[in-house]
């Protein structure tokens, strides 16, 4: 074999290109709700957004909160959101166009953003997770515990907000006679 | 008990497989468990239909399909057949995105629930955490799917049998997981396969494998499945469907193969509802002598799971289609009350300082009192329905003479 004047890179791994697939999806599914032309595409775009992140969540081995994610952001937050768009009037059918006169002020709050989290991510020493988990480990039962001991009142108090948006929520659609 | 995946790799290294590319067999490996399911599932979906069509020809007293193959059992396939030569239509004015992906999507989120389903021991795509979890959070794709395809093909008809899909899909996952929570809180895990091992039963060191959770959740077992029964728009609760007079729903624009992707993937939601009915509650690969003899796991498995997809159909071939009022209404004042209030009482119950026979008796004795409501509501509402709609069809004239349908015998 002859020998090459540099060094190849390093083949990818298998969970790199998992990843590089994933990132994928989230980040064109994120252009798609900003750059499609129809609200029901925009959607779309948003649920394969939400897929990619709870991706994002699998590859990093925690598959409760991948699960959750795709449980509450697809199945309830985007049915939410396409119903709402659905039963908008005019806003069905028809192209609505992507930019408004805010575009420009948009473009460079985003570019701040992306440089402040960018700047962020470097900064911060992360802290490394020491064990992986094995298996058989119940994680959920840990967080169980966490959620009835140490941090009781605000698990209560997001239980209560849950029930007077759904109090809430009966009042508004209630028939009124 | 050794896992598939590890089986299949060590054959691998053993027919001389060098261990650097370890990446390259474990591919290959995952790859072939894929690959196997998803075919297996194709090919399943052909016999589902055919014991449909059987089951419900012998309920109506005819012979079903008998001309192609043994028994007919290659009638499914000449159909597909046809599906795949038809034309494919696509309405003018169809949003071409959500159009096409909505079928794809219908099938990919019902063959993705194969994955965690326990076929035996160590048989089982990926045991994860949160298995249980996973299941539930398969169904949003399915109503994603169903809204896609009510809205991409551009006709109100489709977009309001869409609303009916996902009104019905949403109102009865609730109680559909809460139900399924009950044998989670019992073994204290969300892994498909330790809820599996955990419904065994020694009789000295000999493994039964007949305790079974239904025995013991008789009340959580009835919801899920009533709940199971919705969630595939299986009679009674097909008004989504109802095939001779709606024409079929949401899906009413498609045609050819797309429209063969929706019917597919009802029929093997149905079967996998019910897989996961046996792996919950009805021993999953458990059964006399499955610990000794590993290959009886999965023949136990899919001998449940067949007997319950029977069970659906007899049920559709004798069971009335209800109204979509009655259909939210059983869901959400019987339902749903009655699921969180035996899971409340569940998790009193267990928490009790009590021997745990005493909890187990008392957890049983909860689940049967749901079971009792849960008839006589469903009872007591029949009785008025027949009633009422006596009533509504006799003769005008004969109205003040009607008279209860109260037999004497007391039914």
Request: glycine fraction near 8%; charge should be positive; proline fraction near 5%.
């Amino acid at each position: 074999m002859p020998e090459l004047p540099f060094p190849l890179p390093p083949l990818p791994t298998v969970a790199q290109v998992i990843f590089i697939l994933i990132a994928v999806l989230a980040v064109v599914g994120s252009l798609m709700v900003v750059l499609a032309r129809n609200l029901f595409h925009s959607a779309l775009g948003l649920v394969a957004a939400f897929f990619g992140a709870a991706g994002v969540y699998i590859v990093a081995e925690a598959e409760f909160i991948g699960v959750s994610q795709v449980l509450v952001y697809v199945g309830a937050i985007s049915t939410l959101i396409t119903f709402a768009i659905m039963l908008t009037r005019g806003m069905m059918f028809g192209a609505t166009s992507p930019r408004n006169r805010q575009s420009g002020t948009a473009a460079i709050i985003t570019v701040l953003a992306f440089i402040v989290l960018a700047a962020l991510l470097r900064a911060i020493p992360w802290p490394q997770v020491g064990e992986p988990i094995t298996d058989g480990q119940a994680i959920i039962a840990g967080l169980g515990y966490a959620f009835v001991n140490q941090y009781v009142v605000p698990f209560l108090l997001l239980a209560m907000l849950l029930l007077v948006a759904l109090a809430g929520a009966i009042m508004l659609a209630r028939d009124r006679k | 008990m050794m896992n598939w995946s590890d089986a299949l790799i060590q054959l691998q290294y053993n027919l001389g497989a060098p261990q650097e590319l370890s990446w390259l067999v474990e591919g290959i490996t995952y790859f072939i468990g894929a690959f196997v399911i998803a075919n297996a599932a194709l090919v399943l979906a052909l016999l589902l239909i055919w014991i449909t069509r059987k089951v419900i020809s012998r309920i109506q007293d005819r012979i079903g399909p008998n001309r192609l193959g043994p028994y007919g059992l290659f009638q499914t396939v000449a159909d597909a057949m046809k599906l795949l030569s038809k034309e494919d239509i696509k309405p003018k004015s169809a949003d071409t995105l959500s159009y096409f992906i909505a079928p794809i999507l219908s099938v990919v989120g019902v063959l993705m629930a194969l994955a965690v389903i326990p076929f035996g021991a160590g048989l089982i795509g990926a045991d994860l955490n949160v298995g249980v979890l996973y299941l539930v959070a398969l169904g949003s794709i399915g109503i994603m799917a169903a809204l896609m395809a009510g809205w991409g093909s551009n006709n109100k008809y489709a977009l309001l049998a869409g609303f009916r899909v996902v009104a019905q899909l949403l109102s009865y996952e609730i109680p559909m997981v809460l139900a399924m929570f009950a044998p989670v809180l019992l073994v204290g895990t969300m892994r498909m396969q330790a809820l599996s091992q955990a419904q065994s039963l020694y009789l000295g060191p000999i493994n039964l494998g007949l305790g079974w959770f239904v025995f013991l959740l008789p009340g959580a077992f009835l919801i899920y499945f009533i709940a199971a029964l919705a969630e595939s728009e299986q009679t009674p609760f097909d008004l989504l469907e109802a095939e001779s007079e709606l024409i079929a729903g949401f899906h009413i624009e498609y045609s050819g193969m797309k429209f063969a992707m929706f019917f597919l993937a009802q029929f093997l939601n149905s079967f996998f509802l019910g897989a996961i009915a046996v792996a919950l509650f009805l021993g999953g690969w458990q059964g006399p002598f499955a610990g000794q003899v590993p290959l009886l796991g999965p023949i136990y498995f899919l001998a449940k799971t067949f007997f319950v997809y029977i069970v659906i159909q007899w049920i559709k071939g004798t069971f009335p289609r209800v109204r979509i009022d009655q259909m939210m209404q059983f869901a959400w004042k019987v339902l749903v009350p009655l699921v969180l209030s035996l899971i409340l009482a569940q998790m009193i119950i267990m928490k009790l300082p009590l021997p745990e026979w005493i909890n187990m008796l008392l957890v049983l004795v909860a689940n049967i009192a749901v079971v009792i409501t849960v008839l006589n509501v469903m009872g007591n509402y029949f009785k008025r329905e027949q009633v009422r709609s006596k009533r509504a069809f006799a003769p005008k004239s004969l109205i003040g003479t009607m008279q209860p349908v109260n037999s004497p015998s007391g039914d």
